[in-house]
């Protein structure tokens, strides 16, 4: 029961029953980005907003377990107002913590700086999904939506690199 | 509270008596992969130890025995689904997947053209859906599908206008979502009238129930070992021996032909035309020992024990746990079979899997290879309970169990 409850904090249950940031936005201006588990076809569906190189507002929707919809509802927390770099290297410290050992696979790849270890603490709420890594197989529930999100946010990159 | 002695048989699984210390196994996954007995791992292991040699080409005693083996473990898998030539109509595959392509590619690309007509239904595995979408995109096929009724059987009511023009028909003998038992008899006769051919996923049926491919009068069934007691690896498609005689061979290599030269082939004789390269020897053994297995418990009694212990499981399931909806016909000793899907109320299927882990019992949670029957059922997923015939009373008491932490830890 012990590892249960680790999984399935009390933070990570009210996050799954009331989702923060979850609806859709008017697309353009906002920019739609898809995401799927196809281990068990969770589906996830983010809103983003950027303006002058912050995320303003972000809404997101779909389906998926506890484990997916609290970790994108806690995300969506974590990083709407923050300035698009900041975003990424909040997601490159939660990818950190949720990998079973050592940085993530990619890392060194030349976009994706090298990042230390990170102390769960600092992590304030998305600390509680740490007890993912003792699922390995629920990992990618965790990460789904923070995949997407960069999917999103490198899109909206290109494409105003390319309009520029 | 049925014919099978559980107690004992369990005794004859090594994984399913192995000590775990205080976690025993209860494992409620066998619509994914069953547990083999005893003998089909003694049956594997004899072989490696005393007569491993590849097969059809020595004329040495050892490759002698197990090209005799392997022969006779075709022969045995024949005889078990009513096969009227067993020894030239069962062409081993690595599993039903494979089974389902050899036909998609072999028959399907030399039969079908442009415009020619599939059907399958709205409850197939993605085996037997994504070979013929394959197909689809590569000759320009239409797909029809038989619908699902609303009391999880097939709706056949339109089924003449829906197969009438069909080159094939395709439908699996038994859901793995649903634990629906299909009633073939009139498909079957639908698409003969009308010039089809049928083929039949049993990976779902062959386990558990009698099967005789000539008595139920079609053309093509699939089946796969590790589901029925035997190893991963192997598999079978059984054909009717006047079709296969004219399709042209699937893989090419070693093994299928009868003579090779610079500017082409003669293919071997059945069933080998169908069958390149080495087969995986051990595997056909063992799940020649595996339906050994089945014959001497018996189909009829392994249907009786499930069909009881299915009919106690729902009344246990849906006695304490109102937040419980199952996907799945009603108990029947024909028409159902030992499969529960279902959804508990505000709780993903991941996260009952996952609590229900803890306690040492394996259910599966997912879309079970069959999103497009997740989309007719409204959800993206389902926990599904799968038992067979070394699962008892004490197994489903144990989920029953277990889903009160699920309740506990989610409306805390
Ligand atoms: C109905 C049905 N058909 C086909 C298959 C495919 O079996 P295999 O993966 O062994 O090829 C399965 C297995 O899940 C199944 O349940």
Sequence with gaps: ?164 | MTALDVQALKKEFPLLTRDRGDRPLVYLDSAASAQPPQAVLDAMDDYYVTTHANVHRGVYAIAEEATRRLEAARVKLGRFIGAPQPEREVIFTKNATEAINLVAYAWGRHNLRRGNVVVLSEIEHHANLVPWLMLKDELGIELRYIPLGRDFHLDLTDLDRLVAGARLVGVTAASNVLGTVVDLAPIVAAAHATGAVVLVDGAQLAPHRRVDVAAADIDFFALTGHKMLGPTGIGALWARAELLETMPPFLGGGEMISDVRLDGFLPNELPWKFEAGTPPIAEAIGLGAAVDYLEAVGLDAIGAHETALVGYALEKLTAAYDEIRVFGPAPDPVRRSGVISFAFDGVHPHDVAQVLDQSGICVRAGHHCAKPLMRVLGVAATTRASLYLYNDESDIDALVGGLATVRKLFSR
């Excluded at chain 1, 990083?79 to 990998?99: I, Q, W």
């Excluded at chain 1, 699922?135 to 494409?159: H, S, Y």
């Design chain 1, 1 to 164: 029961m012990n590892e249960l409850e680790d999984l399935y904090r009390e933070i990570i249950l009210d996050h799954y029953r009331s989702p923060r940031n979850r609806g859709e936005l008017p697309v353009p201006p906002a920019h739609r980005v898809e995401g799927f588990n196809p281990l068990c076809g969770d589906e996830i569906v983010i809103f983003l907003d950027v303006r002058d190189g912050v995320l303003e507002d972000l809404k997101i929707s779909g389906r998926g377990c506890s484990i997916s919809q609290s970790s994108a509802s806690m995300m969506s927390a974590a990083v709407k107002g923050l300035p698009v770099d900041e975003v990424h290297r909040l997601v490159r410290s939660f990818k950190s913590m949720m990998t079973i050992e050592g940085p993530p696979a990619n890392a060194g790849a030349p976009d994706e700086p090298t990042v230390e270890p990170v102390d769960p603490a600092t992590l304030g709420e998305l600390g509680a999904l740490q007890g993912v890594v003792k699922f390995p197989v629920r990992i990618k529930c965790a990460t789904l939506a923070w995949n997407a999100l960069t999917q999103g946010l490198d899109e909206i990159a290109v494409g105003s690199a390319g309009g520029a």
